[in-house]
């Protein structure tokens, strides 16, 4: 029974997590084309995973469709524009997915938090150079927090989104927690500048934004 699934495992294709998340879109069981699949991703999963370019999509669908767990048809279009390729994913891709989003391992999110980064570099910046880069941050954040809100709340208004809903609304925790995170920072540059007279001038705390 062991090497029965050793030699299922060596004959599944190793696909990158990219892939999964291609096939995972499908996995919901809508025929999509490859514009449909960068708006679906564009909603949802970058906020917490990936926001592709349209040569990443057909690239990974040309993959998935090379083993087998998508396939394609031309379809015409109402429009009079010319014909489209659509996707669909097949009975196994769809064995293929479930058998990643239960097996796969759980690994460590890798972060590469470039304000962080940034901020790591300080003693090669002046403070309102610094002070900028947090600012810009924590209105980003606060900006992508107000996007996950709005379409955590047109989620879960349809029952089949009801787990991507659950995820919305993790990554409108997540960028609150990025925002916070800023404002502390800011608090802590001026507790810094206030010991240590970063800026040059001893005991002048930062100004927020």
């Known amino acids: 029974m062991r090497g029965a ?5 060596a004959e599944r294709p190793t696909l990158p997590a990219t892939s999964w998340a291609v ?15 960068k708006k679906w991703s564009d909603w949802s999963l970058r906020f917490f995973y990936w926001s592709p370019s349209f040569s990443q999509i057909y690239g990974e669908l040309k993959r998935l469709e090379k083993v087998g767990y998508v396939s394609s048809r ?14 669909v994913i097949t009975d196994e ?17 890798v972060l590469k938090h470039g304000v962080m980064l940034r901020l ?3 003693h090669l910046l002046e403070v309102e150079q610094m002070r900028d880069v947090l600012g810009r941050h ?13 379409d955590f709340a047109g989620a879960r208004a349809e029952a089949a989104w009801a787990y991507p809903s659950l995820a919305l609304k993790w990554s409108e925790r997540y960028y609150a927690s990025e925002r916070d995170l800023a404002d502390a920072m800011l608090a802590d540059l001026d507790e810094l500048v206030a010991a240590d007279g970063a800026d040059g001038v001893e005991g002048e705390a930062v100004k927020r934004p």
């Open 5 to 9: 699934q050793a030699g299922d495992d």
């Open 23 to 37: 096939l995972g879109l499908l996995s919901f069981g809508e025929e999509l084309s490859g514009y449909d699949l």
């Open 74 to 87: 031309m379809v015409a279009q109402e429009t009079g524009n010319r014909d489209k390729r659509v996707y």
């Open 93 to 109: 891709g769809m064995a293929a997915v479930r058998r990643w989003a239960r097996e796969a391992p759980v690994e460590p999110p």
């Open 120 to 122: 790591w570099l300080g």
């Open 138 to 150: 924590r209105e980003y954040a606060e900006t992508m927090r107000q996007r996950a809100e709005a």
